[in-house]
């Protein structure tokens, strides 16, 4: 089993959603590595004051508005948008206190080629896509290596990220489909869930009584799964009654093109990954 030092220093740079939900659950994990990490392991790097004020009286975490501030790190959690990513590589990318970190990206598109044009000569480099599930411990990430990252590195994230829910390690090649399944999977969950509320709704439903079952039944589909070890195959053909409702509904879902839209929406993420990379 990998270990942390419990002395490890860990920077984020960017405190929003993604950098707060992975620091967050790293303190709260009881599990190996993460469980002896506390807030005084971390420092965070946010230029927005209001993120900075909320990560420290929520956490007690140290904050400094730059990159450049921070004075020291084993670790650096890269979770700004691939926008800026270039901009805040280059910014610290002679400082001595990052010469010989770990990067961890968390980067939609951006890959380890193009992060490691910026990043000092002696860094090693893991790239990941993990997804919001992991602020309630049930996340899915993806991790892959890069030119300079050792199997320890690799290893490692993937261990941290396992605190978190399941990780994955693949190869590079397949990141950008990754994120446009697992990364955007929960907005795609949560669009069905509310479709199935409108169209409950539009049965005669009360709209919040929709939206429980329509979650529940979500919830509990995945469990079932879970704990049967159901392929998705079985678990779709037990429900379906010959000759019943269910059929009549898939059938009409088939026709307005619901499996073609899964398909045209994933492909479009893996573009626009492909983008935000060059960006
Ligand atoms: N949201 C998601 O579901 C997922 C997102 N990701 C990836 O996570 C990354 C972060 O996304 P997300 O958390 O959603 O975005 P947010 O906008 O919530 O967070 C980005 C943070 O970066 C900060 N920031 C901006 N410029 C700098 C800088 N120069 N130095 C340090 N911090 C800076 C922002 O600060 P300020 O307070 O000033 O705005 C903001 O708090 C992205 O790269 C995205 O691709 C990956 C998987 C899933
Ligand atoms: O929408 C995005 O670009 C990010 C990456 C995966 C989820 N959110």
Redesign the pocket.
């Known amino acids: 089993m990998v270990q942390l030092s419990k002395d490890v220093r860990i920077a984020l ?7 707060e939900a992975v620091m967050g659950g790293w303190i709260a994990s009881g599990k190996e590595p993460a469980a002896s990490l506390t807030a005084e392991n971390f420092v965070v ?4 004051l ?2 900075r004020e909320h990560l420290e009286q929520a956490y007690g975490v140290a904050c400094v508005e ?2 450049v501030d921070i004075d020291a790190a084993d670790i650096v959690v890269l ?4 926008q ?1 990513m270039m ?2 590589l280059e910014a610290i990318s002679s400082e001595p206190q990052f010469a010989e970190c770990l990067f961890v990206s ?3 598109g951006m890959t380890t080629e193009r992060l490691q044009t910026a990043l000092p000569s002696r860094a090693r480099l893991v790239r990941t ?4 599930p992991l602020l309630v411990g049930a996340g899915a990430t993806t991790v892959c290596g890069s030119a300079s990252a050792t199997e320890g590195d690799i290893e490692l994230v993937q261990a941290l990220f396992s605190c978190l829910g399941a990780a994955f390690v693949v190869d590079e090649d397949d990141m950008d489909a990754t ?1 446009a399944l697992s ?1 955007s999977g ?1 907005a795609y969950v949560a669009a069905m869930i509310e479709a199935l509320t409108a169209a409950g709704a539009g049965e005669g439903l009360d709209a919040g009584l929709a939206e429980q079952l329509a979650l529940q039944t979500v919830f509990g589909t995945a469990e079932l799964m879970r704990e049967t070890g159901q392929t998705p195959e079985q678990t779709r053909i037990a429900v379906c009654s010959p000759g019943g409702s269910t059929l009549a509904a898939l059938a009409a879902m088939d026709e307005a093109g619901l499996s073609r839209a899964y398909e045209a929406g994933v492909r479009a993420a893996v573009q626009r990954s492909k983008e935000l990379g060059a960006c």
Request: overall charge positive; hydrophobic content about 40%.
């Open positions: 740079i960017g405190g929003g959603k993604m950098g790097a946010n230029p927005g209001p993120r730059q990159a979770a700004v948008k691939p800026v901009g805040v968390i980067a939609a896509m993990p997804n919001t994120g990364g929960p």
